[in-house]
């Protein structure tokens, strides 16, 4: 089976994980006789410079001929972030309608969580991915001390529907437990309109145990209690603060992978690692790639590649699990050498 992947390693630390997870995909692929036809595209800050668009006008157009994206990090100092990430990363997103945002979470024997050693978290955030808090609605009006802004949320009840039904799906394939990220406390119109949705959605689903809670106790309740989650289902803003904090929890935001999902497959797919473009460490070969790699398990189970996602996600367990870390888990490994310790673990066994 050969699959086209379009590859956008973007900015800073970006450049330097997606090869080393590239060649982990390939090693994790090989036995098997698959093959990924890997498509580099320069699309980034460096080109922002250049040309003064971080992507050409025609690129959803080139992303739409292959079977998934690989994207490393986007965003560099010099640059707005609303140019980084509305020049590239939210377009593909929308125009893609890739509505879930799926972040794993979960602790690796081997990863010190800042919790202690008896700490556990095995959790899926879903995120909404296409509405929510991140709109383009609103506005900056008048000057001086008269001046203000307006940000309007946008929730629609298919958008709210259709990633509470999924999250139970999801909930229903794992241990049957979903909590629902809310603030209808003082949010009074979005919050209110998202619980009744996802309650409602939630009567198909009596088998799953759901309840809804406020944001800041949630937030304080995956620090002091991770293992007691499950599956989370939030609108944008709040999924993509909790799984920052819950990738925290389980030891670093560099080993937490994403994926942006298009469930109905009419468009590729995207993943990503949760971390940003780290230009503090960038071009020092150190930056951890596990969250590059996991990302790439993602995609293996989405092309339905499984047998080799299994076997990659081994691989990494097993190399962390042995003391292979880089510095944001307190090892001393570069970049190179997490990748080549895992690709070490997928090779055949010589006889």
């Not at 009567?203 to 800041?216: E, K």
Request: glycine fraction near 10%; proline fraction near 6%.
């Amino acid at each position: 089976m050969a699959k086209s992947i379009a590859v956008i390693a973007g900015d800073g630390i970006g450049t330097e994980v997606v090869p080393a997870a590239m060649r982990c995909i390939d090693a994790a692929l090989a036995p098997e006789g698959h093959v990924l036809h890997w498509h580099e595209l320069d699309w980034s800050s460096a080109r922002y410079h250049r040309e003064g668009a971080m992507m050409p006008a025609d690129g959803i157009e080139q992303l739409d001929r292959h079977d998934a994206i690989f994207l490393g990090a986007v965003g560099d100092p010099s640059i707005p972030d609303v140019e980084t990430l509305w020049g590239l990363l939210i377009p593909i997103r929308r125009r893609f309608d890739q509505y879930v945002n799926l972040r794993p979470v979960r602790m690796l024997d081997g990863v010190p969580s800042p919790l202690g050693p008896d700490a556990r978290c095995d959790i899926v955030i879903v995120r909404e991915n296409s509405e929510g808090e991140y709109s383009e609605l609103g506005g900056r009006f008048g000057d001086g001390d008269d001046a203000f802004a307006v940000q309007n949320d946008v929730f629609t009840r298919r958008g709210v529907r259709r990633i509470a039904r999924y999250a139970y799906e999801l909930a229903r394939s794992r241990r049957r437990d979903l909590t629902s990220a809310t603030k209808s406390n003082g949010i009074i119109h979005t919050m209110p309109f998202w619980d009744e949705n996802v309650t409602d959605v939630g009567r198909d689903f009596p088998d799953v145990a759901s309840r809804s809670v406020l944001i800041d106790a949630l937030a304080a309740d995956i620090v002091r209690k991770p293992g007691s989650f499950d599956v989370i289902v939030a609108s944008n803003l709040f999924g993509d603060i909790l799984s920052d904090l819950a990738a925290a929890v389980a030891g670093s935001i560099g080993i937490a992978p994403s994926a942006n999902v298009d469930p109905s497959r009419m468009h590729p797919s995207m993943f990503e690692p949760v971390h940003g473009s780290a230009p503090d460490i960038a071009g020092r070969g150190i930056a951890n790639p596990v969250a590059q790699i996991w990302s790439g398990v993602l995609m293996l189970e989405h092309l339905g590649l499984s047998s080799a996602a299994h076997r990659l996600m081994q691989a990494v367990e097993d190399t962390v699990r042995e003391g292979v870390l880089t510095p944001d888990l307190g090892g001393d490994a570069g970049t190179a050498d997490v990748a080549d310790a895992v690709v070490a673990r997928l090779a055949p066994a010589s006889h």
